[in-house]
């Protein structure tokens, strides 16, 4: 069936970096556009980025913007966020998203994976 | 960005119940309204789609409509296994944002 399954947290000091992995399986990972998510703790759900199918476009959210970098490698079947200069208000579960497909624009998230939790403190 | 608010922030019910949560968004965003459900520690599941479209394999007692705007999501009859926090997200603009989340609980 369609998995993901998230993996790279940790504990990380103000300014350090991190790079998150989200494996794929049960789907054609090359034809899905592929989204980034985050939930700090007690806190709600924030969209943190997006990649399409073939990589050729990639967006963020405006907090993460010049810190973040997500990007994919299709013979891996996996999706990845580098996450820069991190900041204690970083801190956050962060789950990855199928996406939509390349004759699609944005479309609910109709699986997720379970998360990887990160924590940015000195 | 587009704003979406999200009332009650927490409710309480009884076994039974009818339960209805609300969405408004800030400017018109068709019907790219989903709403989803997160229980403790898991991964938010996805109830509706397009405002009123149930998604596979999720219980009949979960509805959702809409009007211009606004944005009703309705559960008929509440089962103990209902008690989450629901979320609901609009995906008809980048960044995509979701309300603040209604907690629900078992009087």
């Known amino acids: 069936q369609v998995q993901l399954a998230e993996s790279g947290g940790g504990v990380v000091q103000p300014g350090g970096s991190l790079r998150l992995s989200c494996a794929a399986s049960g789907f054609t990972f090359s034809s899905y556009g592929m989204n980034w998510l985050r939930q700090a703790p007690g806190k709600g759900l924030e969209w943190v980025a997006f990649i399409s199918f073939d990589g050729g476009n990639k967006q963020y959210v405006d907090s993460v913007k010049g810190r973040f970098t997500i990007s994919r490698d299709t013979s891996m079947n996996t999706l990845h966020l580098q996450l820069n200069s991190l900041r204690p208000e970083d801190t956050a579960m962060y789950y990855c998203?199928?996406?939509?497909?390349?004759?699609?624009?944005?479309?609910?998230?109709?699986?997720w994976g379970q998360g990887t939790l990160v924590t940015v403190s000195s | 960005d587009i704003q979406m608010t999200q009332s009650p922030s927490s409710l309480s019910a009884s076994v039974g119940d009818r339960v209805t949560i609300t969405c408004q968004a800030s400017q018109d965003i068709n019907t790219y309204l989903a709403w989803y459900q997160q229980k403790p520690g898991k991964a938010p599941r996805l109830l509706i789609y397009g405002a009123s479209n149930l998604e596979t394999g999720v219980p009949s007692r979960f509805s959702g409509s809409a009007f211009r705007t606004d944005f009703t999501f309705t559960i008929t009859s509440l089962q103990p296994e209902d008690i989450a926090t629901y979320y609901c997200q609009q995906y008809d603009l980048l960044p995509i944002t979701f309300g603040q989340g209604t907690r629900l609980d078992i009087k």
């Open positions: 998203a199928k996406g939509p497909t390349r004759s699609q624009w944005l479309v609910p998230f109709d699986t």
